[in-house]
């Protein structure tokens, strides 16, 4: 009954934007970020809403990629390597390398990346979930995945909502995208709950780009802004 209402509430909020009444021109990114905050505002009382959460079995935990054909990608001059904090070539500025857990603020938390996931929507399973996300024509949704452990001693209350944080991927040091915003309860950009002591879940980015880039994934960074600033993250 809650997940009807919560789409019937949607629903009516989409209707307002476009009704009879003055429009408010928003982007499609803003546009999203209203309806998820306008699905969290329903959730907050929903005390099933952690269900979805996928708790982690460390030891059978292993990463795992999509296996894809490789193709030739654009580059841009901007070469980096792996190293925590480098410098690019041809006299660029440095650039420099944060952990997620500082980009994020979460002292206590261990966040690992563990794999990626190309598909053509997600979540892909056999019963029916709430949300589904799907890839445009001749796209790809590319799901990038971490492990997200509390090593606190206690239990962790994380609210990513409110942080408004933003994240945008830089894949193959040359195609820029933004992370979806989605009603997935596992989804770290939006993640709101509490992780119990010594626990590990798996959270998840979700990306979307050109198929043909999505073939071939070998460099990936993060751009992590908050209100003050903006942090990059070596991911692979």
């Given amino acids: 009954m809650k997940k009807k209402l919560m789409f019937i509430f949607i629903s ?41 959460l996928n708790h982690v079995d460390l030891e059978a935990e292993k990463p795992s990629e999509t296996p894809t054909e490789p193709v030739e990608e654009p580059t841009n001059s901007n070469g980096e390597n792996g190293n ?20 994020l603020g979460t002292d206590g938390l261990s966040i690992d990346y563990t794999g990626l996931q190309v598909c053509s929507s997600y979540p892909e399973t056999d ?13 790809k949704l590319v799901v990038l995945k971490f492990n997200v452990t509390n090593k606190s001693g206690a239990d962790y209350a ?14 193959n ?11 997935l309860p596992e989804a770290l950009n939006t993640f709101k709950g509490t992780i119990p002591a010594g626990m590990t879940v798996e ?32 991911i692979k």
Avoid: W
């Avoid at 925590?84 to 980009?103: F, I």
């Fill in 173 to 183: 040091k040359s195609v820029k995208t933004n992370a979806h915003i989605t009603l």
């Fill in 127 to 139: 019963g029916e979930p709430v949300f589904v996300i799907k890839a445009y024509e001749g796209k």
């Fill in 84 to 103: 925590s904090s480098t410098g690019g070539e041809n006299g660029n500025t440095a650039t420099k390398y944060v952990t997620m857990e500082s980009a």
């Fill in 12 to 52: 009516l909020m989409l209707a307002m934007m476009t009704g009879c009444v003055e429009k408010i021109e928003l982007t499609e990114e803003q546009e999203a970020k209203f309806v998820g905050y306008a699905v969290y505002s329903v959730l907050e009382h929903d005390n099933n809403y952690m269900v979805g």
């Fill in 158 to 171: 994380i609210d990513f909502v409110t942080k408004d944080l933003s994240f945008r991927g830089v894949f």
């Fill in 203 to 234: 959270m998840i980015l979700v990306f979307e780009m050109n198929e043909t880039y999505a073939a071939n994934i070998t460099d990936i960074t993060l751009d992590v802004k908050s209100d003050s600033e903006v942090n990059t993250v070596k």
